[in-house]
């Protein structure tokens, strides 16, 4: 997948009440644009990438993420490049903070 654009994006925190996750989660749900030479242009015309960010003292990582057909909420079997996951964190980086 060649990850270009991302195009729209919600963030929340997620709540912990056991107490048993270190650091805090945020779940993001961001919408992309999907070039027309990439094999994913065909699967769907709009994609959401769901992303669980978790930020520890010791660093922040992506600990989960899917992509999503928009229309249906599929799942779709397909993974992001370690290029398009450290744009993808950077991106979480300077917007968890906006998280309700």
Known sequence: ???V???SYEVEKI???TGI???DRYEFLLGF???EDDELFE????LDLRVILAVLDTGSKIVQYHIL??????VLDYGLEENEESVVLAFC???YNEAE
Do not use: L
């Open 69 to 74: 057909d928009r229309s249906n909420g599929k």
């Open 5 to 7: 654009n991302i195009t």
């Open 93 to 95: 980086m300077e917007h």
């Open 21 to 23: 996750i270190a650091g």
């Open 15 to 17: 709540k912990d009440p």
């Open 43 to 46: 699967e769907a015309s709009s």
């Open 33 to 35: 644009e999907v070039p």
């Open 1 to 3: 997948m060649d990850f």
